[in-house]
């Protein structure tokens, strides 16, 4: 395993379409986050999975964001009708199960969107 | 309510010499976790120190440790030795609970430049 893995790096689209992004977590992480960082702040958390079950959502995540993770292995998160508000980094992270010593959360490189 | 605090924007810092980023930092819980990280303009988050809110000792790893004063709150990052590579974004980042759920909140971050 190399770490975190998000697809594509950047994104630039037109207000109004649907992008697509990917997480590929570490193999044997079953816990993924998705947060969105704005220019100049720090990362706010969207939702995160335990396996395949989405267990929380942030009011941040509006009806236009979508999160899967199918069979808990990747993630995806669709943006429909995007905004130019919603131009952002998007980062992904992944984490063992609590209760180990360490509690560490490795995070992919993120996927830079552009609203144009 | 800001759960994390960071208020120093920016730092600068001679080579060679330490510097402390401060964090302070607001919970009800009894069991939490602080973090720092480094994001440098590449954009992937790098860990830096964990500490827990139950470990007496202040964290260290390398060249950075982590004042941790738990009745004032804070949770300060201290870089020894500073290198022209230390100059990146700084994040504090707070776990709430006893780890059976990962959610991250994050501070506004600390830019740290490094001079030769």
């Known amino acids: 395993d190399t770490g975190v893995s998000q697809n594509p790096r950047h994104k630039i689209t037109k207000r109004g379409q649907n992008v697509t992004f990917r997480c590929d977590p570490i193999s044997e992480h079953n816990r993924l986050y998705w947060y969105r960082q704005t220019l100049g702040q720090g990362p706010e958390f969207l939702t995160y999975f335990q396996n395949e079950a989405q267990l929380e959502k942030s009011r941040l995540l509006s009806d236009r964001f979508s999160a899967e993770r199918p069979k808990g292995s990747f993630s995806t998160l669709e943006i429909q009708r995007t905004e130019q508000g919603d131009s952002a980094m998007y980062l992904c992270?992944?984490?063992?199960?609590?209760?180990?010593?360490?509690?560490?959360?490795?995070f992919g490189s993120g996927t830079r969107l552009t609203v144009v | 309510a800001q759960k994390i605090t960071q208020t120093q924007p920016g730092m600068f810092v001679q080579e060679k010499e330490a510097v402390t980023l401060d964090c302070t930092y607001d919970?009800?819980?009894?069991?939490?976790?602080l973090f720092w990280y480094k994001q440098p303009s590449s954009g992937e988050m790098i860990f830096l120190i964990y500490?827990?809110?139950?470990?007496?000792q202040n964290a260290t790893e390398g060249r950075y440790s982590l004042n941790f004063q738990k009745a004032r709150k804070s949770a300060n990052l201290v870089i020894s030795a500073s290198q022209l590579g230390d100059s990146a974004m700084y994040f504090c980042?707070?776990?709430?609970?006893?780890?059976?759920?990962?959610?991250?909140?994050f501070g506004q971050g600390t830019i740290l430049t490094v001079h030769p």
């Open positions: 992270a992944s984490s063992l199960p609590t209760l180990t010593p360490y509690y560490g959360y490795t």
């Open positions: 919970t009800s819980d009894q069991s939490y976790g």
């Open positions: 500490q827990g809110s139950y470990d007496e």
């Open positions: 980042a707070m776990r709430e609970g006893d780890g059976s759920y990962g959610k991250l909140t």
